[in-house]
C-alpha cells in the first residue's frame, strides 16, 4: 500500500493523504449542434476527444474510464480517478470541452475520493474469532492464520485506496447515505452495533463475488449523500440482483437512503462515437 504522507503537500497540489480522488461525469451531446458541423470539423471534434482521453489516461496515477449510456438520462458516461484535486479538475473541464462550445450538456456528476472502511475487522477482533473457534493463542496455527489475514487484509485496503478499475462491460452508479431519522439513526448507534451489521452486509455481498466488482467511495462533505457505490459485471441481472437482495438486510431496511441509479456499457473510443452518434 502506498505510505500515508505525513509531510506538507506542496501549495500546487491538493494531493489526500492516502487514497484519490474520483469523480463521475455525464454528459447529453446535443445533436443539433453537431449536425451543423462539416464532416472535417465532427473528425476534428472527434480527435480532440481522443486526444484528451488519451492524454488523460496517460498522467500519473490517475485512470478514465468511459461509457455509453442507457436510458436518455445522459449519452456519455466518464469515471476519472487520480491522485491530485488539481488534476482532476482540470481533466474533467477538458473532457466537457473536447468536443467544441456547448456540445455536451452536463447532466449529472459526482465528486467522491477512495477510502478505508471503518467496520474493517482488527487483528486483535480476528484473534478473538480464532480462539472462540478453538484455536490456541500463540500457536503456530493461530499465528499461521493472523500472517495470512494480514497480507489478505493489506490487499484488500490498497484495492480500497488504489483500485485498478475493471474492464468489464456493464456498469452501474449510484450514491447512497445513511439514515439519520428520529425513529432510526445509524449514527446513533454505538459503534459495536453498527460493525457487527455491516459484517453482515458483507457477507450478502459476498455471494456475488467474481460476478460483481465493486467500489465504494467517500463523499461526506463533497456531496450531499455520503457514499458513492459503483459497480461493473458482466450482465445486467446480476446487478439488479445485488441491488435487490441488499435491501432485505438490515443496514438497508433500517438506515439504507438511495440516489439516482445510473447504467452504461464501458466502450473503447471507436466504439463509444458509433454508439451515441458522432
Given at each position: 500500500?502506498?505510505?500515508?504522507?505525513?509531510?506538507?503537500?506542496?501549495?500546487?497540489?491538493?494531493?489526500?493523504?492516502?487514497?484519490?480522488?474520483?469523480?463521475?461525469?455525464?454528459?447529453?451531446?446535443?445533436?443539433?449542434?453537431?449536425a451543423m458541423l462539416s464532416d472535417e470539423?465532427?473528425?476534428?471534434?472527434?480527435?480532440?476527444?481522443?486526444?484528451?482521453?488519451?492524454?488523460?489516461?496517460?498522467?500519473?496515477?490517475?485512470?478514465?474510464?468511459?461509457?455509453?449510456?442507457?436510458?436518455?438520462?445522459?449519452?456519455?458516461?466518464?469515471?476519472?480517478?487520480?491522485?491530485?484535486?488539481?488534476?482532476?479538475?482540470?481533466?474533467?473541464?477538458?473532457?466537457?470541452?473536447?468536443?467544441?462550445?456547448?456540445?455536451?450538456?452536463?447532466?449529472?456528476?459526482?465528486?467522491?475520493?477512495?477510502?478505508?472502511?471503518?467496520?474493517?475487522?482488527?487483528?486483535?477482533?480476528?484473534?478473538e474469532t480464532l480462539v472462540e473457534e478453538?484455536?490456541?493463542?500463540d500457536s503456530d496455527e493461530f499465528k499461521?492464520?493472523?500472517?495470512?489475514?494480514?497480507?489478505?487484509?493489506?490487499?484488500?485496503?490498497?484495492?480500497?485506496?488504489?483500485?485498478?478499475?475493471?474492464?468489464?462491460?456493464?456498469?452501474?452508479?449510484?450514491?447512497?447515505?445513511?439514515?439519520?431519522?428520529?425513529?432510526?439513526?445509524?449514527?446513533?448507534?454505538?459503534?459495536?452495533?453498527?460493525?457487527?451489521?455491516?459484517?453482515?452486509?458483507?457477507?450478502?455481498?459476498?455471494?456475488?463475488?467474481?460476478?460483481?466488482?465493486?467500489?465504494?467511495?467517500?463523499?461526506?462533505?463533497?456531496?450531499?449523500?455520503?457514499?458513492?457505490?459503483?459497480?461493473?459485471?458482466?450482465?445486467?441481472?446480476?446487478?439488479?440482483?445485488?441491488?435487490?437482495?441488499?435491501?432485505?438486510?438490515?443496514?438497508?431496511?433500517?438506515?439504507?437512503?438511495?440516489?439516482?441509479?445510473?447504467?452504461?456499457?464501458?466502450?473503447?473510443?471507436?466504439?463509444?462515437?458509433?454508439?451515441?452518434?458522432?
Open positions: 500500500m502506498q505510505p500515508e504522507s505525513t509531510e506538507q503537500p506542496d501549495s500546487d497540489t491538493v494531493i489526500p493523504y492516502q487514497g484519490w480522488h474520483v469523480i463521475h461525469l455525464f454528459f447529453q451531446i446535443d445533436q443539433t449542434q453537431w470539423e465532427q473528425r476534428e471534434a472527434k480527435t480532440s476527444l481522443s486526444e484528451a482521453v488519451q492524454e488523460i489516461r496517460s498522467a500519473e496515477s490517475t485512470q478514465l474510464l468511459t461509457f455509453s449510456m442507457v436510458t436518455p438520462k445522459a449519452d456519455l458516461g466518464f469515471m476519472l480517478l487520480t491522485d491530485d484535486l488539481h488534476k482532476a479538475n482540470e481533466f474533467e473541464k477538458r473532457i466537457g470541452r473536447a468536443l467544441g462550445p456547448d456540445m455536451l450538456t452536463p447532466t449529472y456528476s459526482y465528486l467522491s475520493m477512495t477510502e478505508l472502511s471503518e467496520y474493517t475487522t482488527t487483528e486483535e477482533q480476528y484473534g478453538g484455536i490456541e493463542k499461521e492464520k493472523i500472517a495470512e489475514y494480514n497480507r489478505r487484509i493489506e490487499k484488500y485496503n490498497q484495492d480500497r485506496l488504489y483500485p485498478n478499475m475493471p474492464d468489464w462491460p456493464v456498469f452501474c452508479f449510484y450514491p447512497m447515505s445513511k439514515r439519520r431519522g428520529e425513529v432510526h439513526n445509524w449514527y446513533g448507534e454505538e459503534y459495536e452495533t453498527r460493525r457487527k451489521l455491516m459484517a453482515g452486509h458483507a457477507r450478502v455481498g459476498r455471494q456475488w463475488a467474481g460476478k460483481i466488482r465493486q467500489l465504494i467511495t467517500g463523499s461526506t462533505g463533497l456531496e450531499e449523500y455520503e457514499w458513492g457505490v459503483t459497480l461493473f459485471s458482466h450482465n445486467t441481472q446480476d446487478i439488479k440482483e445485488i441491488v435487490y437482495q441488499m435491501r432485505f438486510d438490515e443496514v438497508t431496511v433500517k438506515y439504507g437512503e438511495f440516489g439516482e441509479f445510473l447504467i452504461g456499457l464501458q466502450l473503447p473510443l471507436d466504439e463509444l462515437f458509433r454508439r451515441v452518434g458522432l
